[in-house]
Structures are given as C-alpha cells and as structure tokens.
C-alpha cells in the first residue's frame, strides 16, 4: 500500500511566500516522477512543476521563476517553494508521485488529497 501525504499551504498575502511538501511511504520499490499539480474553483487541474527522479525539473510558465520544486530522494519527498504569490496562484495544490511497488510491477501515478493555498489581495 503507497501514501501520499501533503503538507504545507495555507493562507498568504500577495507577495507572500508558502512552502509545500509532500512524502510517499508504504511498499516502493521506486519512485520516477513527482510533482505537483493545482486546481482552481471552477477550472481545471493544470500542472505547476514536476521533477524526475534524476532532478530534471518542468515548471508551468505561469510559475517560472517564483516557485521552485526540489526533491529529497532519500525521503521520498518533494518540496514546492513559491514566493511572490499571486491572488491567481489560489488553488488546491496536489501532490503526484509515480511509483512502482515491486521492481517488475507497472508506473502507478499516486495522489495526495490536496492541500489549500489562499492568497489574498
């Protein structure tokens, strides 16, 4: 069994910093991808960043350059810092981590529950 639990979020000031985390845990034999995705009332789920497991990072251009993803692969954690937060980054944040549980089992994408950011104007 595989969890996915995100921490971190929460309500900010525009031009504010949050930080997000999430940690996968239970039977991995590894881990390729994770990243993170957002959804906002009313719209769809778009991609914020995404890391591999050899740190090659993707990071949505509504983004760059304020929110930054790293990876502590020894945790099987992935961190997203974002600063200079704007009232349009209001979302649910989610959590992905792609995982295979045995050696020879298939790429499963996993999912955390999502975690709230409110920014205010």
Request: proline content about 1%; aromatic content about 6%; overall charge positive.
């Amino acid at each position: 069994q595989v969890q996915v639990v995100e921490s971190g979020g929460g309500l900010v000031q525009a031009g504010g910093s949050l930080g997000l985390s999430c940690q996968a845990s239970g039977t991995i034999a590894s881990i390729n991808a994770m990243g993170w995705y957002r959804q906002a009332p009313g719209k769809q789920r778009e991609l914020v960043a995404v890391i591999t497991n050899t740190d090659t990072t993707n990071v949505a251009t509504s983004v760059k350059g304020r929110f930054t993803i790293s990876r502590d692969h020894a945790e099987n954690t992935v961190h997203l810092r974002m600063n200079s937060l704007k009232v349009e980054d209001t979302a649910v944040y989610y959590c992905h981590a792609d995982i295979r549980t045995t050696m020879r089992a298939s790429w499963i994408r996993y999912w955390g529950q999502g975690t709230q950011v409110t920014v205010s104007s």
